[in-house]
Nanobody
């Protein structure tokens, strides 16, 4: 089994920062990529940022200049540093990882989500 556990959500004021962390645990062969998604009430889940095991990263347009993603594939962790938060960043943030398990192949796994609320 594979588990993703997120830490770091909370309530902050606009302009403040939060750091989200995610730890991947369980029996698997390798992690190909890790990322963060978010879902606001009444909206579809959307990509926030991705990091690949090869080192590349990608941040959604709304996070450019404010959000930074970093993955430590040796420790199976991914963090999302969010600065200058805005009320529109309010959402449940989900950690995701594409993980290869021998005899099962690659699949996407998700954390339980952590609430981020930004007050104006």
């Amino acid at each position: 089994q594979v588990h993703l556990v997120e830490l770091g959500g909370g309530l902050v004021q606009a302009g403040e920062s939060l750091r989200l962390s995610c730890l991947v645990s369980g029996n698997f062969f390798k992690i190909d990529d890790m990322g963060w998604y978010r879902q606001a009430p009444g909206k579809a889940r959307e990509l926030v940022a991705l990091t690949a095991s090869g080192g590349s990263t990608r941040v959604a347009d709304f996070g450019q200049g404010r959000f930074t993603i970093s993955g430590d594939y040796a420790k199976s962790t991914v963090t999302l540093q969010m600065n200058n938060l805005k009320p529109e960043d309010t959402a449940v943030y989900y950690c995701s990882a594409n993980i290869y398990i021998i005899a099962q192949g690659s699949n996407d796994y998700w954390g339980q989500g952590t609430q981020v609320t930004v007050s104006s």
